[in-house]
């Protein structure tokens, strides 16, 4: 698939609102952004403003980036009602060529994009201390309608957990969920810093607290982008 297919691909989903205008973030993001250093934060594939929004609201300023004109627009409009337009960056790019900058953000996000071929240039971006946080469907033996029915589009078991450890893994977890759209998928997810030596601190635990069910700042509608 050219990457003028998969943009066309997108713009049409986003234009028919077959893709969900105003998703939420993951609670396990909201769990750690506060832990995360203050700065300017990165989201790829920003599709609709599932995470850029998040940030904004959480003080950052953000370079939100996607292929797709359409979902930009959306998303602009879904800042802009919350009052945080101006706190982002809306930027239309190629992610598979975009230009990352080193050493820039102080939080790095992507949802269900497989950014594994330019992992190591998003490490990069990170400041010293500062956080990644990825997710992204899974291949599994159970039916998950959510996500693409390529498996090369999909993660397998461990993968995300294996490239990020360059990095200090804080949170990561693979497992089956129901989000409220309906579509069951397998997703994995991590949290990991830009530190290294065999004595870290690491943020507060709330304990008896399941992450899925933690999070702060306002909800907004559930979805995903597969």
């Known amino acids: 698939m050219t990457d003028r297919t998969i943009r066309s691909k997108w713009e049409r989903r986003f234009r028919e609102g077959s893709y969900p205008t105003n998703p939420d973030p993951s609670p396990v993001l909201r769990r750690y952004m506060s832990a995360a250093p203050d700065g300017r934060a990165l989201d790829v594939a920003t599709g609709t403003g599932r995470n850029a929004i998040a940030l904004a609201e959480a003080g950052y300023t953000v370079d939100a980036v996607d292929l797709a004109r359409t979902g930009l627009a959306i998303a602009r409009g879904n800042a802009a009602d919350v009052g945080v337009d101006d706190r982002i960056n809306w930027i239309q790019g190629d992610l598979s060529t975009y230009g990352l900058p080193a050493e820039r953000y102080a939080l790095v996000t992507v949802s269900f994009f497989r950014c594994l071929d330019r992992f190591t240039d998003l490490i990069e971006a990170i400041t010293p201390g500062g956080y990644l946080f990825v997710e992204h469907h899974l291949r599994s033996t159970d039916p ?29 977890d693979e497992g089956t969920e129901r989000p409220p759209d309906g579509k069951s998928r397998a997703t994995a997810r991590v949290v990991a810093r830009k530190s290294t030596g065999s004595r870290q601190s690491y943020p507060t635990r709330t304990v008896g607290v399941d992450a899925d069910d933690e999070g702060t700042g306002p909800s907004r509608r559930g979805g995903e982008r597969s």
């Open 144 to 172: 998950t309608p959510g996500g693409s029915s390529d498996p090369r589009y999909r993660l397998a078991a461990n993968e995300l957990l294996r490239a990020s450890l360059g990095l200090t893994v804080l949170h990561y």
